[in-house]
């Protein structure tokens, strides 16, 4: 099994900053990039942005200059710092990660995990 599981979010002011947290666990022999997605009530699941495992990120234009992603190839974490927050980025943040379970042999098999989400709500 694996899981990603995210914390961290919650309610703050807009203008604020607000750190989210996943932590990816289980049988896991390799993971290969580590990304994080929102979804805002009545909008399709957008990405905020997205990490290899060499060290690249990315980011969505919504949020560049805003946010910043850093992740952890030993520790299987991907942070979320995200500053001067707006009342549009209330959304629920999901973890995800292209991960290959130790179960799966094959080196180039990788299977899409989810985490359950955090609810980042920003205050006018």
């Known amino acids: 099994q694996v899981q990603l599981v995210e914390s961290g979010g919650g309610l703050v002011q807009a203008g604020g900053s607000l750190k989210l947290s996943c932590a990816a666990s289980?049988?896991?022999?390799?993971?290969?990039?580590m990304a994080w997605y929102r979804q805002a009530p009545g909008k399709q699941r957008e990405l905020v942005g997205a990490?290899?495992?060499?060290?690249?990120?990315n980011y969505a234009d919504a949020v560049k200059g805003r946010f910043t992603i850093s992740r952890d190839n030993v520790k299987n974490t991907i942070l979320l710092q995200m500053t001067s927050l707006k009342s549009e980025d209330t959304a629920v943040y999901y973890c995800n990660a292209e991960i290959r379970p130790s179960y799966i042999s094959a080196a180039t098999t990788f299977v899409n995990y989810w985490g359950r989400g955090t609810q980042v709500t920003v205050s006018a």
């Open positions: 289980g049988l896991i022999s390799t993971i290969k990039s």
């Open positions: 990490a290899s495992s060499g060290g690249s990120v």
